[in-house]
C-alpha cells in the first residue's frame, strides 16, 4: 500500500450534500442503490475528475441524474469507480451495487454476526458498501431505507431518527426509514437487521427532551443489558453535567454483536458493540467486565460530541476524537468510582501498553504524519497519551480555562471536520496562553525521561531541584525537542508531613506544579524547615519516565504519607521494582536469591494501618509490578525466564512474610449478601483476590486449598474466577480439576469460555504451548470470531511472558503461523496479534534472532494484506 501523508492533504473535489440508501438485506445478495447528490467543491480543483473509492465490490448500474453512464464516461473496478468529466454543477449519481454479507470474514463493510445483519464503516468499511468519497471530511445528510424478510430480521435500525415502517405486499419482506439530520462523514454511517432483544427506557435531558434509549442483544439475553442501559443513562447525565453537552436525536441505540474487530462503534444515533462489552451478570462477569462496560458506553456516548457533531478532518487527525474521548471516558469512571485507584489502573495500562509501543519499532506521534494502513494507528499512542495530552493541557491551564476552551471548541467546530490545531487554537484563546511548544506532544513520538536530582542545605533551609528532560530517538525521528512537561511536585518531611512549596528564584511554579519547558530546570525552595523528600509527578502529572535515585527509606516515607495517593503507589512500585531487578540479576547470574525484608515490613504495617481504609487501592499496592513491566524496565538484552523466576522469589518471600496477615484479610473480607458490581463491593474482593493471589504464591498447599474453596462456594463470576486464576499458577490435579468443572459449567457461554481460554494460555509452564495448540481444535473455538483468537492466542502472545517467549523460538512460530493463517480471513486482527513482537528488540541476542527471523517468515509471506504487510515491515525496520 502506499504511504499516505498528512502533508498532502487537499480538499476533495467535489461535495455529497446528500446520501439516500436503499438497502435490501438478503444473507447472500445484498443490493445497495445510493442516490449521492454532488457538487463541485469550491476548495477542489474544478474540473477534475471524480474518483469514488470501493473494497471488494461489484457495481450492478450506475446512473447520472437518473440516465445510465455510458461504458466511455466511467471506469470501474472493485476498489474505485472514476467518473471521467462530472458536470460542474450540483448532479445526481445513483449506484447499484451487490453484496454478500455472509462471505465478508474481514467484519468491514456489511457482514452477518450470528444471523444479525450489522455494519462497521470505520476507518475505510462504507466503500465496502458502496462507491464513495471515503473519507472523513466529506459530510452528508443520511437518509436509509432498509429492507428485509420479516422472519429474519424483525428489526431494523439506522443512523439518526425513525421516520417510517411498513411491509412490502406480497413479498413477507418489511422495511424502515430512518433519517438522520446531522451531517456526518460515512465511517459513522450504520444499519442492523435481526432478530435481537431489547431493554429500554425513557432518557429525559437536562433541557427537557424524551429520548428513548435502548439496548438490543442476542434473543434470551436482555436481562445481562440492563447495566449497560443504566451506565449509558449516567454517562448521559453525565456529559450534561461535566462538560454541559445534551444528547440530540429522539432515539439512541445500542447493538451487541458476537463477531467484531475492536471493542464498539460510535455510528451516530446507533452504537454497534462486541457483545463483550455490553453483556454483563453476576454468575458470568467479573467486575472488572462491569467496570470495562461502563467505561466502553460512555466513551462510545461521548464521542457523539467528540468524534460525531466535531469529527477529523482526516485520519491523521484521529487523537482529536479518541484521544479526547479517552480522557472524557476516564474522568466519567473517575468520578462515578475511585479517582486515585482509575488514575493508578489508567497508569498501569499507559505504561504496559503505550511506553512499550513507544519504545520499539511501531513507535509513532499521538498524531502521526503518515500510515500505510490506517487500520494500524488505533494504537495505545493516539489512545493513551493522546488522553494524557489532553490531561496535561488541563493541568497547565487549569481547570475553569480547560473548559473555556471546550466550550469554544464546542461551539466553533460544530458540524465541522476539525483538525488539532482547531482544538488546540480554542485553549490556546481560553487561557491567553502560547501553545506553540505544548503542540510538540502531538508530533514527537517516544518517552520522554525526566531526571531529578536535588540537595538539601540545612543551614540556609534551602532545597535545590535538579530537573532534565531527554525523548530517546524513535523510527524516522532521531532528534527530539524538548517538550512541556507539567510536575505536580510536594515536599514531604520525614515524619510525613507537607512541607510549604516557596519557590525562590524565577520559576514557573504554580498551584504545585512546575512546568519544565527546556532541556533542564534549577528551582530553589526557601525556608524548608527539614530535609525533604520530593514527590514528584504528582497524580502522574505526565506520560514520561521519571529516574531519580531516591533512598529506599525515602520511598518508604512516601508510600506512608504522601498525600497524593498515586504517589504513594508508585513509592510502593518503585521499591517492588528494585527488589524484583535484584532478584532477576541474581537469577540471571545462577546466584541464590535473596530478598530484601524491608518491602515486606512496609507491607505488613499498611496491612495492618491502612488496607480497611480504601480496599481497592490497597489492591493496587498488593500487585507486583507485572514481568512485562520488569522487562521494560532492563530495557535490553532481557531474559524472561530470569525476570519470570526473580519475580516468582519475591511474590513467594511476601507471600511467605505476609501469610497471617493475608489469610487474616481473606477471612474479614469474604463476601456478604448478594452480588452488587458496584465499586466499594469490587474494591473488596480486588484486594481479597490480591490477598489470596500472595498467600498461594508464599504457600501452594495452603492457596490451593483455600482456592478450591472459594471456587466451589462462588455466586459470582469474580469469586469463581478469581480462585481459578490463582489455581492456573498451581500447577496439580486441583487446577485441572478446577478448568474442567468451569468448561462444563459454562459451555455455553462463549464469553464465559473466552475467560477460560485466556487463563489456560497465560498458564506460565513449558506444556502451554501445547495446550495452546490442542484447544485451538476446541469445539469453542473459531479463528473466524475475533473475541476467541483473542483470548486464546493474544493472551498467549500477549500475557505469557516465559512461554510466547521460549528460547527455542516455538513461541513466535505459533504466533507467526497464526497471523499467516488468519490474515486473508480477518486482516485487521491478524496484524493486531501481530504486535506482540513490538519489544522484540529489547531481547536477549538468543531470543532475538528467533523473534526476528518469525517476522521474516512473515513478511515473507506472498500475498500479505496491507496490514499485516505494513506492521511486519515496521517492526522489522
Ligand atoms: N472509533 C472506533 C474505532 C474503530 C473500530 C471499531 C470497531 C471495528 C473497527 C474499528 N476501527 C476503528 C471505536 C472507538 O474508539 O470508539
Ligand atoms: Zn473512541
Known sequence: APVVRLEDYRPTDYLIDTVKLDVRLHPTATRVTAELALRPNPKGTPGAALTLDGDELRLVSARLDGVALGAAAYAVTPSSLVLHAPPQRPFTLTLETELDPSANTKLMGLY????????????????????????PDVLSVYTTRIEADREEA????????????????????????????FPKPCYLFALVGGRLDKVSQTYVTGSGRA???????????????????????????????????????????????????????????????????????????????YANIEAIIAHEYFHNWTGNRITCRDWFQLCLKEGLTVFRDQEFSSDERSRPVKRIADVRTLRAQQFAEDAGPLAHPVRPAQYREINNFYTATVYEKGAEVIRMLKTLIGAEAFRRGMDLYFERCDGTAATVEDFIACFAEAS?????????????????????????DPAARTYRLDLAQRTPPTPGQAEKRPVVIPVALGLVGESGRELPLKAGNEVPLANGVLTLDGPALSVTFTDVPERPVPSLLRGFSAPVRLEMDLADEDLFVLF????????????????????????????????????????????????????????????????????????????????????????????????????????????????????????????????????????????????TELAVAQFAAADNMTDRFGALAVLAHLPGAARETALADFAGRFHDDPLVLDKWFALQATIPEAGTLDRVRELTRHPAFSMGNPNRVRSLVGSFAMGNATQFNRADGAGYDFLADVVIALDPKNPQVAARLLTAFRTWRMLEPGRRAKAEAALKRVAGTPGLSPDVSDISGRSLA
Request: aromatic share 8%; hydrophobic share 45%; net charge negative.
Open 154 to 181: 424483525p428489526l431494523l435500525l439506522g443512523n439518526g431518527n425513525p421516520v417510517e415502517r411498513g411491509e412490502v405486499p406480497g413479498t413477507g419482506r418489511h422495511y424502515a426509514l430512518w433519517h438522520d439530520p
Open 211 to 289: 429520548v428513548e434509549i435502548a439496548i438490543h442483544v442476542e434473543a434470551g439475553k436482555g436481562e445481562r443489558a440492563t447495566y449497560a442501559l443504566d451506565a449509558l443513562a449516567r454517562s448521559m447525565r453525565w456529559d450534561e453535567k461535566v462538560f454541559g453537552r445534551e444528547y440530540d436525536l429522539d432515539v439512541f441505540n445500542v447493538v451487541a454483536v458476537s463477531d467484531f474487530n475492536m471493542g464498539a462503534m460510535e455510528n451516530k444515533g446507533l452504537n454497534i458493540f462486541n457483545d463483550k462489552y455490553v453483556l454483563a451478570s453476576a454468575e458470568k462477569a467479573t467486575d472488572a467486565d
Open 112 to 135: 452477518r454476526s450470528s444471523g444479525i445483519y450489522c455494519t462497521q464503516c470505520e476507518a475505510e468499511g462504507f466503500r465496502r458498501i458502496t462507491y464513495f468519497l471515503d473519507r
Open 432 to 456: 491567553g496562553r502560547d501553545l506553540s511548544q505544548f503542540f510538540t506532544w502531538y508530533e514527537q513520538a517516544g518517552t520522554p525521561t525526566v531526571t531529578a536530582s536535588s540537595h538539601y
Open 560 to 703: 506512608r504519607h504522601d498525600r497524593d495517593p498515586f504517589n504513594q503507589w508508585q513509592a510502593a512500585q518503585t521499591v517492588a521494582t528494585r527488589v524484583i531487578l535484584e532478584a532477576t540479576r541474581a537469577a540471571r547470574a545462577g546466584q541464590a536469591i535473596s530478598v530484601d525484608a524491608r518491602l515486606g515490613e512496609a507491607l505488613a504495617h499498611f496491612l495492618d494501618s491502612r488496607a480497611e481504609a480504601d480496599h481497592a487501592f490497597a489492591a493496587q499496592v498488593l500487585a507486583l509490578p507485572t514481568e512485562a513491566d520488569m522487562a521494560r524496565e532492563i530495557g535490553g538484552d532481557v531474559d524472561p525466564d530470569a525476570v519470570f523466576t526473580g519475580r516468582l522469589a519475591v511474590k513467594r518471600a511476601l507471600g511467605a512474610a505476609l501469610a497471617d496477615r493475608l489469610a487474616a484479610l481473606y477471612g474479614r473480607l469474604a463476601s456478604r449478601g448478594a452480588y452488587s458490581p458496584d465499586a466499594a463491593s469490587a474494591g473488596r474482593r480486588a484486594l481479597r483476590h490480591a490477598a489470596l493471589d500472595l498467600l498461594a504464591a508464599g504457600d501452594a498447599a495452603r492457596g
